[in-house]
């Protein structure tokens, strides 16, 4: 399957990017949804992404909850 992105997939740290730059523009966190339309992307890839994040421990996922996604520090 081809990339939407002329770059390619995103990133992890271009999603982690878009987090906290979503976070400091409106004061809470984005959707999935939101991040890939952000990053012009699929909901797999930022799922995928946000999953590494986790795993990395550069994120938390606050289960159960609407716009769960906290960086582990804002810089």
């Known amino acids: ?11 992890p740290d271009e999603v982690l990017q878009a987090i906290r ?3 400091g523009n409106f004061g809470f966190a984005p959707t999935v949804r939101e991040l890939a339309s952000l990053l012009n992307c699929g909901h797999s890839t930022i799922q995928r992404a946000v999953a ?15 716009r769960g996604i906290v960086p582990a520090k804002m810089v």
């Open 1 to 11: 399957m081809k990339a939407r992105r002329a770059t390619g997939a995103a990133r």
């Open 21 to 23: 730059s979503h976070i």
């Open 52 to 66: 590494q994040l986790e795993k990395d421990r550069q994120i938390t996922i606050q289960k159960k909850t609407a």
